[in-house]
């Protein structure tokens, strides 16, 4: 689905990505982790179109994206969930939804088709539209937020951080929207600070680090890593009798 090769990028004329080789395959959850400043958020910006790469490709399904606006890869299938607060709060939970359509305003039909699709899997669109979208707690929001994307019914989405400042029941209820995206046969590319929880959702596991990546395979082969485990869960989990990612 997505491929990344050799792709710098970054701010201000810096890199913070170093050559980064990543691949995504179609219809998988990839969770994204690592320490602060590895570069984790700068992929999904540079894929997303927010950031341009100074070197290296960035392919959907084959077809070079690098040169392509911000709008041209929305209308390619990618959309992005911002980390956080990326709501309109004056605005209400319907309106804040069908701006997720913008693209298509001109198509009513089509609109509301997929604005009662996403109703069908976020009740909260259905039972309470015209709440303003400031009242919403802060898992409810991250649900609008990932709804939103879902309006132009994407081949990509892209999270970052999902799951950042909300209470248990709410990550539950993230995780799960997540990973019904993927039974309707969309990719997952996310970015996970709650590393057990990422890697309990994904298919494939990648850590970063300086603009690199350090390790990729399996979730259990990375959460059994013994150097993995110590720096990012406190110690190791259960042994699996899986090979070792590779490096």
């Given at each position: 689905m997505l491929t990344l090769s050799g792709v710098f990028a970054g701010y201000g004329g810096g890199n913070v990505l170093q050559g980064l080789?990543?691949?995504?395959?179609n219809g998988s959850i990839t969770c994204v982790v690592g320490p602060n400043g590895a570069g984790k958020s700068t992929v999904l910006k540079a894929v997303s179109g927010l950031i341009k790469a100074t070197a290296g490709s960035i392919e959907l399904e084959g077809?070079?994206?690098?040169?392509?606006?911000?709008?041209?890869?929305?209308?390619?299938?990618?959309?992005?969930?911002?980390q956080q607060?990326?709501?309109f709060p004056s605005m209400t939970i319907r309106e804040n939804i069908l701006m997720g359509g913008y693209l298509l305003r001109r198509d009513r039909s089509l609109l509301k088709k997929?604005?009662?699709?996403?109703?069908e899997i976020i009740p909260l669109l259905?039972?309470?539209?015209?709440e303003k979208a400031g009242n919403l707690s802060g898992g409810q929001r991250r649900m609008i937020e990932i709804g939103r994307s879902l309006m132009l019914d994407p081949k990509l989405v892209l999270l970052d951080e999902p799951s950042l400042g909300?209470?248990?029941k709410a990550v539950a209820q993230v995780s799960g929207l997540i990973q019904l995206q993927r039974e309707q046969g969309r990719t997952i590319l996310l970015v996970e600070q709650n590393v057990r929880l990422g890697f309990k959702m994904a298919t494939h596991g990648v850590i970063m680090e300086s603009g690199k990546i350090r390790l990729e395979g399996?979730?259990?082969?990375?959460?059994?890593?013994p150097e993995i485990a110590d720096l990012y869960l406190g110690g190791r989990m259960e042994k699996s009798a899986g090979p070792s990612p590779a490096t």
């Open positions: 080789d990543l691949e995504v395959g077809r070079m994206i690098n040169s392509l606006s911000c709008k041209e890869i929305l209308s390619a299938g990618i959309v992005q969930v911002p607060d990326a709501l997929r604005y009662d699709a996403v109703a259905a039972e309470r539209p015209d909300l209470e248990p399996s979730p259990a082969e990375l959460l059994d890593h």
